[in-house]
C-alpha cells in the first residue's frame, strides 16, 4: 500500500490493512513519515519510508520520488498494490504498468487541481488527467472512487470503463467508537473539523462565526485543525493570527479525540468546495449530530434528506441561515442527529468498506 502520510493511514486505511493481514496477505506500507510513525509501525506491518510530498517540489524532486517508487516496487515485487491519493496513483499505477502488478487505486476526491479557475487550473487538469490515463486505464487496476461524480471523472477524463471503477461511499465509521450521544447543554457549539484549507471553506465558515456571534455571542464554533502547508490552499500562520484577533472562532489545533470532541458539539460544520467523501461528516453523522455542509460533490453524498442541510459553496450567508436554524430549533437539530446515526449504521459502518475492498484484492489476485 502506497500513501502520501502516515497520519491519513491511521485515520483513515488502518482497518483495511489490519483486515488483509488476517485474510492472510503480508502487507507492505511506503509512504511519508511524520508523528504518526510509532504508531504504524507498532502494528507490526513492514514499513518503508518513501518522502512523498503532496504540494509541488519541482520536477527534479518529483523525478526522484518517481524514482523511488519504481526502485521499491521492483523489489518488493508485490502481488497486488493499492494506491491512495494523487502521487501515489500517479506514481504507484506508472511502476505498475511496467511491472505488470494488479493494482486497486483509490481516488478519494480529485484534488485541489480540479477547483483552480483560470488558463492554469485548465492546464492543470489537463495534464493530470493524461498522467491518470497513464497510470490507471489499462486492465489490471480497479480504480475506488467514493461517489458518482467521481466515478464519471474517472470514466471520461481519465479512460477508465465503467466495469473497472467501483464506488465505495467513503472510508468508513467505527459505530462502536462513535456512540450515539446526546447533545451537551449550553452553550450551543458549532464545531468544523478539516485540515485548514481555504478549499475546505475555512474563510466562509470564520465569515459565519462572525456573524452569528454578531447576533448571539453566547454560541461558541469551534475550528479544529492543522495547515498543511504542502498545499497551496494551506492557511498561514498570519492568516491564523487574524482569526485569533478577530476572536469569533476557538482555534483547537490538530484533534485525535474527535469521538469526544463531536460529542461535545450540537452541529458540525463543513462548507467545502469539493470533496472525495468526507469522514468528518460520516463521523458526525454516527456521533448523532446534524450537519451543515455543501452541496458539491462528495459532501452531499455523505448526507441524506433529513439529517442536516445542503447550501451552495463560498455563500457564508447561506451558511448563517443553515446554522442559525439549527442554533434555535433544538428539535429539530436533535431529529436531523438521530437521522444521521441511522444513515451511519445504514450505509457508513466500517466493515461495509472493509469487506469491498477485500472483493477487490480477491478479484485482483485472479489478474496474476
Known amino acids: 500500500m502506497i500513501l502520501n502520510l502516515d497520519r491519513p493511514f491511521l485515520s483513515h ?12 496477505f503480508e502487507v ?32 527534479f524532486a518529483e523525478l526522484r520520488t518517481l524514482a523511488k517508487v519504481f526502485a521499491l516496487t521492483q523489489r518488493v515485487r508485490p502481488d497486488i498494490l493499492h494506491l491512495v491519493t494523487i502521487k501515489p496513483v500517479l506514481y504507484g499505477g506508472l511502476a505498475a504498468r511496467l511491472f505488470g502488478i494488479p493494482t486497486l487505486a483509490a481516488i478519494p476526491g480529485l484534488g485541489s487541481a480540479f477547483l483552480m479557475d483560470g488558463w492554469k487550473g485548465r492546464l492543470m487538469r489537463v495534464v493530470l488527467s493524461a498522467f491518470y490515463r497513464l497510470s490507471v486505464n489499462h486492465d489490471r487496476v480497479q480504480v475506488v472512487v467514493q461517489n458518482p461524480d467521481d466515478a464519471q471523472s474517472a470514466e471520461t477524463s481519465f479512460g477508465v470503463p465503467r466495469r473497472r471503477i467501483t464506488l465505495v461511499r467513503g472510508s468508513g465509521v467505527d459505530l462502536e467508537a462513535f456512540p450515539r450521544t446526546l447533545e451537551p447543554q449550553s452553550p450551543v ?8 484549507l481555504k478549499d475546505k471553506g475555512v474563510w466562509e465558515f470564520i465569515k459565519a462565526a462572525a456573524i452569528v456571534r454578531g447576533q448571539n455571542p453566547t454560541i461558541r464554533f469551534q475550528l479544529a485543525g492543522d495547515p498543511d502547508p504542502g498545499n497551496p490552499s494551506s492557511l498561514t500562520g498570519a492568516d491564523l493570527d487574524q482569526i485569533r484577533r478577530e476572536g469569533h472562532v476557538d482555534l483547537l489545533g490538530h484533534r485525535s479525540d474527535i469521538p469526544n470532541l463531536f460529542s461535545a458539539s450540537h452541529v458540525v460544520v463543513l462548507p467545502s468546495y469539493r470533496e472525495g467523501l468526507p469522514k468528518v461528516l460520516i463521523e458526525a453523522a454516527a456521533s448523532g449530530r446534524s450537519v451543515v455542509t455543501t452541496d458539491v460533490p462528495g459532501c452531499r453524498d455523505a448526507i441524506a434528506p433529513g439529517t442536516g442541510f445542503l447550501v451552495p459553496p463560498r455563500d457564508a450567508p447561506a451558511l448563517v441561515r443553515a446554522i442559525q436554524v439549527l442554533v434555535e430549533d433544538g428539535v429539530l ?3 436531523m442527529g438521530e437521522a444521521g446515526r441511522a444513515l451511519a449504521e445504514r450505509e457508513f459502518d466500517i466493515q461495509r468498506v472493509v469487506e469491498a475492498h477485500l472483493k477487490i484484492y480477491e478479484k485482483l489476485g485472479n489478474y496474476r
Open 13 to 24: 486505511r488502518l482497518p483495511i490493512a489490519l483486515a488483509a493481514r488476517e485474510a492472510g
Open 333 to 335: 437539530r436533535r431529529q
Open 28 to 59: 507492505h506500507l511506503a509512504m511519508a513519515m511524520s508523528d504518526g510513525e510509532a504508531e504504524v509501525r507498532a502494528h507490526g506491518f513492514q514499513v518503508h519510508a518513501l518522502p512523498i510530498k503532496r504540494g509541488r517540489t519541482g520536477v
Open 189 to 196: 457549539t458549532i464545531t468544523m473539523a478539516s485540515r485548514l
